[in-house]
């Protein structure tokens, strides 16, 4: 039961706190007032998108806050909170969203952080908001499967099989994958085969091209690479005055005058080093030229080596590297296709083995549904007739859904084998048809209250609260349509916006919903209606004003349909 309710800066609302009790409230007040706006505020706490066009011109951002008690029976919403380690504390829980300028906001409950799409599953569980166009939503079949679901207690048996069937689902989806694959199994795997065979028979390493178009450089420009060698040793050993003859006699002389001054050993220490420094060139180039050797044969192995590493590359890789990636993945994808068809068998089982469970529990749906169909239709027919549609005929048809073109009958959808679908005659000799055809919106909000009359006995939601409700009816059926609504608060609690004042004299606590100006800026209020100050709004809503003919009607009104303490007129 929702027990508090705190907005800051929502709309036009400033600052507003409101303690609520069990039972019928009602909300009213003139057009524009502001009433939706206290909806919108428990909507925006329900996990409804917002952005921050809902924060109070001039403030930095809004925040709605509400404290919630649980009872036992809704056993849903308390292995939720469980399931998160979220206690409640003497039996309520705290619910705070906040939108900020920046679009940013939070979420908490019981001061615990959570996302948007974790507050509407825990408010499922608390609350139900019937907004100004939520009859529409009659029209659509997917609701009327939904609402028989819930009457019937199947929505958690409804959830099994949905899980089961999305699952059945995607194993058909890769069965189908494999199939195809399967056509072009034996060409890919010829085609994989050939890669890896000629892959391994030419054994690349990584980085050989490399190493191969230097050999073959130097193959390729022998004679120039020669000439070069022999000039370089020319210079450096084998001239008269070669580079190392050269570096010994200066040597030499700096060693003799290194022993008549000392201070010329670290030139000393550095001629030896350019010495032997020589020394070492000359024995490389020595050796390197005594190695130059013409062979032409090489150089053709080499250049067909590179010819047949270049042909990999342009099929499997930039590289020899690539090319060897290309050949490991080839081999686990031949693997794989080899395994294909044992998987595939294994996968099929499966396949059949979840649609045998499917066909199990669709039935026992299907049952359940057919069975639940008849009385939910009676008892809302019967409700109808005293909400001023005495003809009407409410039918809930459940049929087999029929093949299709990828399915042949019986078929399944994702929560069953069955189309539910709503049917009604509202005048006696009329055939029954779908609601969208027939139906008015003052008819429709008619049914959606049956239909909450009838849920409301045997769901744990412990608050509903209904956003002009009355669109499109008055006079008998606005009475009529008061005493159910305040049927349901004798085991729920209601919360109903409201323009009429039929409605508005069955409510346990009435609240009224007005706009005043202070320093210039309109500001949205919220009262709590006793005595004289409800009598007056409910002859307001009779006839725009508080009168003499209409406080005297207000007063025969709150005597036949009000609460003890509201008869006998004036306090």
Known sequence: MLEELSVRNYALIDSLTLSFERGFNVLSGETGAGKSIIVGALGFLMGAKADAEVIRSGADGASVSAVVSLGKENQEALDWLASRDLALEDGRIIIRRTMKSSGRGSIAIQNVPVTRSELGELTAFLFDLHGQHAHESLVRKETHRRYLDRFAGLEAETLEFNRIF???????????????????????????????????KAAPRKGESQDLEREAQSLGNFEKLTGHINAAATVLFEDELSVLGLSRRVFTSLESAAVIDRELSALLKRMEDLYYEA???????????????????RLEAVEARLALLYRLKKKYGPDEEAVLEYQARSEAEIEALAGAEENRDKLKSELVALEKELGSRAAAISAKRTAAAGDLSDRISGILANLGMPQARFSVSVEAKGPTETQASPCYGPWGADDVVFLISANTGEPLKELSRIASGGELSRIMLAIKTVLSEADTLETLVFDEIDTGIGGVVALAVGEYLARIGSLKQIFCVTHLASIAVRADNHLKVAKKTEAGRTITGVSLLQGDQRRQEIARMLAGDAGAAALAHADALLAKYGHSADKGGTP
Request: charged letters at 45%.
């Open 166 to 200: 999305l699952s059945s689902t995607e194993l058909r989806k890769r069965l189908e994958a494999q199939a195809s694959s399967l056509r072009d199994r034996d060409t890919r795997l010829e085609m994989l085969r050939y890669a890896v065979e000629e892959i391994t």
């Open 279 to 297: 020394e070492d060139l000359t024995e490389e180039v020595r050796s390197y030229r005594q190695g130059l050797r013409y062979d032409p044969e």
